[in-house]
Structures are given as structure tokens and as C-alpha cells.
């Protein structure tokens, strides 16, 4: 007869966070990418992700990414996980480069901006060049200390995760009996 089986504890469901951004940054963590790498690739990638263009940043940290031989998936995912901030991130770095360049304050009406954009795009980008200039000369003057910032956050986390899983691996072969022959 064998012996009973301990009460193990089922493990708890794993919460969408764990599962979308967790997991593959713990995956990439394993597959050689040092937490130096994967904090870069996280600076970098969620800089690019708010450049004040829509629909640019797809494409923008793609180019990055492959340029600074940064983890194309995980700066991918930065990217589709902040498109919640990224018209606030718009609105701020257009009101910081109208401070920057002393220019008055642009009015915005979305709907009347949507209808031009796609009626009279030359009248468009002749009345709101300018802002768009502002928009990215702020985000020029903001990113390098956002990067900065962001990179000497996620650093310490990368490690201990590293850290974390050598444990949790070294403990796991431990207690793994050795095969019988």
C-alpha cells in the first residue's frame, strides 16, 4: 500500500496582472536576459509608449526596441498596457512645451480636431503643427529622466524576481528525489 497523500492546498487563482505582465517578464527572466536588460527594456519601452503622437508608438518602439536589441515582447506589452495614460501624457507634454515656448495655451474641441483631421488635414496640420512641435519637444526634455527614473525602479525588482525564482529553483531541486533505477 502507498502511503497517504498530505492535504495539499489548492493554489490560488492567479489574477490577470500575474498572468499578462508578471508572467512573461518572470519568462523572459529565465530565458538568459539579465534584470538589467529587462529594466531597460521597462524604462525604455513605457518612455516610447507615451510619445505625444497617436499612433505612432507601435511602430516607434518596435524601431527602439530592435535598435537598442531591447525584449521586443515585453516593450510591446508596456506599450498596449499604458494606452490608458497615454492622452493625459498628450495633454500634459502640449501644456509643457507651450511653457517651454511661451506660446499661448491651444484650445481643444476633439470632435471639431476629429472632423478636420479627416476633411481638411492640410488646414489641420497648419493650425496645430505647432502644438504637435510643442508636444514632442516636451516629451524630448521629459524622457531621458523619465527613463532614469523608471529604470533605477524597476531594477531592484528585476533582481529580487531573479533572485526569487534562482531560490525557488535551487529548493525545488533539493527536495526532488533522485530517480530510481
Same mark, same amino acid.
Given at each position: ?15 490577470? @496582472? ?7 517578464? #518572470? ?20 518612455? *516610447?509608449?507615451? *510619445? =505625444? ?10 524601431? #527602439? ?7 521586443? =515582447? ?43 483631421? @479627416? ?8 493650425? *496645430? ?49 533522485? =530517480?530510481?533505477?
Amino acid at each position: 500500500m502507498s502511503a497517504p497523500e498530505p492535504n495539499v492546498a489548492p493554489a490560488p487563482a492567479r489574477t490577470f @496582472w500575474q498572468r499578462r505582465v508578471r508572467d512573461p517578464i #518572470v519568462a523572459q527572466l529565465t530565458q538568459g536576459i539579465t534584470p538589467e536588460k529587462i529594466a531597460l527594456t521597462l524604462a525604455v519601452g513605457s518612455a *516610447f509608449a507615451l *510619445f =505625444p503622437i497617436l499612433g505612432t508608438t507601435t511602430v516607434l518602439c518596435f524601431i #527602439v526596441a530592435i535598435a537598442l536589441r531591447l525584449n521586443q =515582447p515585453i516593450v510591446q506589452l508596456i506599450n498596449q498596457a499604458l494606452w490608458p495614460v497615454h492622452i493625459p501624457v498628450i495633454f500634459g507634454c502640449i501644456r509643457l512645451g507651450e511653457t517651454i515656448f511661451g506660446a499661448p495655451r491651444a484650445e481643444f474641441h476633439i470632435r471639431w480636431m476629429r472632423e478636420m483631421i @479627416w476633411s481638411r488635414p492640410a488646414e489641420f496640420f497648419h493650425q *496645430f503643427g505647432l502644438t504637435v512641435l510643442y508636444a514632442v519637444v516636451a516629451w524630448c526634455v521629459v524622457a531621458p529622466f523619465f527613463i532614469t527614473a523608471v529604470y533605477f525602479i524597476a531594477l531592484p525588482v528585476t533582481r529580487r524576481v531573479t533572485y526569487l525564482k534562482h531560490t525557488v529553483e535551487t529548493t525545488t531541486a533539493d527536495q526532488t528525489p533522485p =530517480p530510481t533505477p
